[in-house]
């Protein structure tokens, strides 16, 4: 059963490992000593060798430590010696019309080449999903679903499904019921959805400063201003600069990515979430909540939401299966609170449903637990990933550059010199067929010019060290 | 081969059967006269007792002759005793703010109940749609798709089901490329983003009156006013209304469903077409054609579209299989003309892209010559539906009920005693757990309110024809 190897209790190579990377992180052990060899280390804990063997290849995946041929084991990486963050921007408190769109039109033209070493695009590898077990329950649900998943599903969504979906809100501590669900085709449709729910046309909404630019373009295209509220890079959106906001605006709802937001990889700490639930409920305002990287988190517990303070039915909580399972199923949902008839309202208006046969095949892989399982496994090659990234970033940028350290989802937020226009930057990695998301496009203000969004959902391999290498090479010519 | 039963020139049963159809129809054989015996008639005609037989199944199969026991076959109706058509209400030509939502929404609570008998829902039985092979073609998009259908699909869609749909353009004379077409989650989405692509909050559409609620909602929710246009219960929408409308208001584009429309199921015919986008190209406005009952013609031919006449990319043909094959892939297609580029960016600001799966089924499905093959099956089921349900109809209902022919598609319209409101029949018949959509939803003037749509997308039964009863007893009730 290999289920269980990650279940209950730490194992005994985890508890030597930890041990181990504690002593790396205190400077005990420094970059470059020698560890002791695998017997040695058996002996001293009173373990197998398999077990010490085990250890030192959690940490070798986890880049800490490198193995030197005929040589043993030495240590490689410290988190200590990490970067520095990338820093606040204060937003400018203003109100702005959108206007991302053409950008971003011609950021998508090429990136989806598959020649193209992509640092670009949010989406984990199709190498890291259980594609084989994603089949079986598809082709049960052709078979054992009513009416072969060929009817329409309700507008709400397939039933079972959002019994599943209200299961895995547990994880968060969430106590919802299914019928509080609504499932949309991905994240963002349900995102567009909320936000058509409670706003009109030439109403004003608060975001997070650099955001997500999916959410300025659904924002714009509904005809809606924004006001941005400045954000700590590892703390998430400022409170006292969204009470502000709150005062001079008239506000109508704000969006956030409380969990591992994309860009910054900010989590708001679990406080935090409560202040942000008390001071939007003081004010009546709804809260959209984008928790879509919120599961996949590389430390023991998954973070809260907002939605778990929410005592009013304010927060409106937005999720997909499109970055941890299935991209291409487009199966995402809402969970709008006391918004839900106006969301199934315009849901009904926009498209009718979602398609039948993938909603009925997730609510089959999730019932029989193999999301949990495969959730384990994504998570820990994402951190791994992470720290290889990081490394080669480390390696190969300048040094002035500031690295942002996400403890989730698979997106580095990286700020460069101020000499570095990171849209000049794209022009040339384009040449050398590397994408990357310029920072620009996550404001609506002249902000993050010298910033980069690099995505790393795909396994490190010798093509992302010489992307990550060239690209260095082309920023230490910029400035 | 059953395939070759239905293509080429008419079987011989089918000749003959036509012959005597026309003899009811030009009153030679009156309703009641018995029919020649299998055995006579096999002599006449020099032709097997098989394809005599074959010959009266036909004709009994469309309602027009009844067998009667131990004593043979009769004239059972007449297309001629029809009973009126349904009036043109002339439009009143004013730009309203639409409000039909509420009313909806209330509608919508309801008649998905299994328990109710459905004339309200314009959906095809499942019993008249090829489960067994769509399951085969999901079954092997599953195992031979690149990704296994699990990564993004582009946002434009899956590349061989836009080759497909391009193919069955040929059927309407169309000369489409395969980039020209942007895959949707059905054609109400595809609806929403041309309307999206072209218009502005606050712009002015012009509409058919009556027209599908569906289109009324989704201008109301993005904030459009509209202008309805007169409209003719068998030829379609009154082009000098139109051409008088476009004088007066600033019409920002135009949507139309050309071919057996819903819900008065007129067919506009091709000269008409030809003008009406000679019309629209003179004014330089978009023509948002909804052509999803295109297919669903009961005879000989398919009848054109409007994109066909198109030579401006002005006209926005949008369609999908919801109608005809999988109601609940969402598989939907818009061929936006000149606005492509517009089109494919709200797309993707909506929802990225549409699902994978859905899209890679439905191209192994037509690639396969499926599509045409059951097509031809669901029209004759359709065309003998119609039939059926319009004979319940003149039995039942009170004689000044006046009754659309539709020549396509699965919905009947019918006009009825100016004293009756179809709002209360709806109400009265839901106690019977009957339901029907009522006339008023189907305009934003108070017109229709005696009116009632009915759907034939499902095999006439004994429920079915004690449903429909029910109705006349219950509007005799109300005169």
Redesign the interface.
């Known amino acids: 059963m290999q289920h269980e190897k990650f279940s209950g209790t730490d194992h005994l190579y985890m508890q030597v490992a930890q041990g181990l990377e504690k002593m790396i992180s205190d400077e005990v052990l420094l970059i470059g000593d020698k560890l002791p060899s695998v017997r040695v280390l058996s002996e001293e804990n009173g373990i197998s060798m398999g077990t010490a063997f085990q250890a030192y290849y959690h940490l070798e995946a986890k880049g800490l430590i490198e193995s030197r041929p005929k040589s043993g084991y030495y240590v490689r990486f410290n988190h200590r010696k990490y970067p520095a963050l990338p820093k606040m921007v204060p937003a400018d408190a203003l109100s702005h019309e959108v206007s991302v769109?053409e950008m971003i039109?011609s950021l998508?033209s090429d990136i989806?080449s598959a020649k193209v070493i992509n640092f670009a695009l949010a989406?984990p590898d199709?190498s890291l999903?259980p594609?084989g077990k994603?089949?079986k329950s598809?082709?049960h649900a052709?078979?054992h679903t009513k009416?072969?998943?060929?009817?329409?599903?309700?507008?709400q969504g397939n039933p079972e499904l959002r019994k599943q979906i209200a299961r895995l809100c547990f994880n968060w501590g969430g106590k919802t019921k299914p019928d509080e669900v609504v499932i949309?085709?991905?994240c963002?449709?349900a995102i567009?959805l909320c936000l058509?729910a409670v706003t009109?046309?030439?109403d004003t909404v608060a975001v997070e400063s650099p955001c997500y630019f999916?959410i300025y373009?659904?924002i714009e295209?509904l005809?809606l201003k924004v006001v941005e509220i400045s954000s700590d890079p590892v703390t998430g959106a400022d409170l006292a600069c969204l009470e502000k906001t709150i005062a001079r605006f008239p506000i109508k709802a704000c969006v956030c990515i409380p969990n591992f937001n994309n860009p910054v990889g900010s989590c708001i700490p679990d406080e935090n979430k409560k202040q942000l639930v008390a001071l939007i409920t003081k004010h009546n305002i709804p809260l959209i909540e984008d928790d879509i990287y919120g599961e996949l988190y590389f430390g023991k517990n998954r973070p809260r939401t907002c939605k778990y303070y929410d005592t009013k039915g304010l927060v409106m909580h937005c999720s997909s299966l499109?970055k941890s399972l299935?991209?291409?199923?487009?199966v995402g949902w809402a969970i709008p609170g006391k918004f839900i008839?106006e969301v199934k309202?315009?849901k009904?208006?926009?498209?009718?449903?979602?398609?039948?046969?993938?909603q009925a095949?997730m609510a089959h892989f999730l019932q029989h637990g193999r999301y949990e399982y495969h959730l384990k496994n994504l998570r820990k090659a994402l951190h791994t990933q992470s720290l290889r990234y990081i490394q080669a970033v480390i390696d190969h940028f300048p040094p002035d550059s500031k690295v942002s350290r996400p403890q989730g989802g698979f997106v580095l937020w990286i700020e460069l010199n101020r000499k570095v226009d990171t849209f000049r930057l794209r022009t040339e990695a384009m040449k050398h067929h590397i994408s990357i998301m310029p920072g620009r496009i996550f404001s609506v203000s002249p902000n993050y010019s010298n910033c980069i969004r690099l995505s790393f959902g795909k396994p490190f391999n010798s093509d992302m060290e010489y992307g990550i290498m060239m690209l260095g090479k082309l920023i230490k010519k910029m400035v």
Not at 326 to 330: E, L, Q
Request: aromatic share 6%; charged share 15%.
């Open positions: 769109k039109a998508y989806a989406v199709l999903l594609v994603i089949q598809a082709v052709l078979k009416d072969h998943c060929i009817g329409y599903e309700h507008t949309t085709n991905g963002l449709e567009t058509q009109q046309h030439g999916g373009q659904a295209n005809g499109s299935t991209p291409g199923y487009r008839d309202q315009v009904r208006i926009h498209n009718i449903s979602s398609a039948s046969l993938t095949t």
